[in-house]
C-alpha cells in the first residue's frame, strides 16, 4: 500500500481528492432528491414548498398555521416574553387566523426556560386576535395546540409530525421570519409534512403597510449576515441529515438534552 501511495501524482491526489468530496456531496443528492431540491431552492432564494398545489394563492385555506418557536426573553422585572423574532411570528399567525386561513393554530414553543410561564406565548397569541381584529375576533385554547417537548427547528418539525398525523391534518401554512422560513418549510418537507410557506415580515406588512419601516428599521439593527450566515450553514447540514437525527445523537452523547 505504501508503495501505490508514493506512486500517485500531486495531480492525481488532487484529483482523488476532489472525487472523494464531489461523492460525498453527491451521496445526500442522489439519495433524496426532493429534499435536495428543498435544500437548492431555499439556498438560492426561490419558494420552497411542498403542498400539493406548489402556490400559495392555489391554497386559499389551510387545515392549520403552525409557528415554530422564536424564543423568549426575560424582562428586567423577571417576567418573561416572546422575543422579538417571535412576536412578529405570532402576530403573522394572528393575522392568518383572522383572515380566515385555518381553524387553529399549532405553536411549537418547545422546552421553554423553567423560570417561565409556558402560557406566555399562548397568551400572547390571543392578545394579538383580539387587538389586530380589533375585537371582533377571538381565538380559544381549544384552537391552539402548544408542543413543549422539540429543542430545535429539526424537532420542531419531528414534533409537528406526530401532531399532523394524530389530526389527520393534510396542509399546513408555515409562518416564520423571512431568514428562518425557508429552512423551517424545507425542514418540514423532509418529516413528509405538506407545507406552504408563509414569511411573518410580508403577513404584517400586507396587513398593515405602516409596520414596513419600523420593521426594516428593526432589522438594520440586528446582525443579519451572522443571521443569514448561520441559516445558510444550517440548509447544507440539512442535505447530509434531512431529518436532523445525527445532530440530536450527538446533543444527546454531549448531554446537551
Known amino acids: 500500500m505504501k508503495e501505490l501511495s508514493r506512486g500517485l501524482s ?112 399562548k397568551e400572547y397569541l390571543k392578545k394579538q386576535v383580539k387587538k389586530l381584529s380589533a375585537g371582533k375576533k377571538k381565538i380559544e385554547d381549544k384552537n391552539i395546540i402548544v408542543e413543549n417537548i422539540s429543542v430545535d427547528t429539526f424537532t420542531n418539525m419531528e414534533q409537528l409530525e406526530i401532531i399532523v398525523q394524530e389530526k389527520r391534518l393534510e396542509n399546513i401554512l408555515m409562518v416564520s421570519n423571512f431568514f428562518h422560513i425557508k429552512r423551517a418549510t424545507a425542514n418540514s418537507c423532509a418529516f413528509d409534512i405538506s407545507t406552504t410557506a408563509r414569511s411573518a415580515e410580508t403577513a404584517i406588512i400586507n396587513f398593515n403597510p405602516q409596520r414596513k419601516a419600523e420593521i426594516l428599521d428593526y432589522y438594520r439593527s440586528r446582525n443579519l449576515e451572522e443571521i443569514m450566515q448561520n441559516e445558510y450553514l444550517a440548509l447544507i447540514y440539512a442535505l447530509f441529515d434531512p431529518q436532523g437525527y445525527y445532530a440530536q445523537d450527538a446533543k444527546r452523547f454531549l448531554g446537551l438534552r
Open 10 to 121: 500531486r495531480g492525481d491526489a488532487i484529483k482523488a481528492g476532489l472525487a472523494t468530496v464531489f461523492s460525498l456531496l453527491a451521496y445526500p443528492l442522489a439519495r433524496d432528491i426532493d429534499n435536495s431540491r428543498h435544500i437548492f431552492n431555499a439556498l438560492t432564494g426561490q419558494r420552497v414548498d411542498c403542498s400539493p398545489d406548489g402556490e400559495f394563492e392555489a391554497n386559499p385555506t389551510w387545515d392549520a398555521i403552525v409557528v415554530p418557536g422564536g424564543g423568549m426573553k426575560k424582562n428586567p422585572n423577571g417576567t418573561y416574553a416572546p422575543n422579538e423574532f417571535e412576536e412578529l411570528r405570532l402576530e403573522a399567525a394572528a393575522i392568518e387566523y383572522i383572515s380566515g386561513k385555518a381553524p387553529f393554530i399549532i405553536l411549537l414553543n418547545g422546552v421553554s426556560n423553567p423560570e417561565a410561564d409556558g402560557n406566555v406565548i
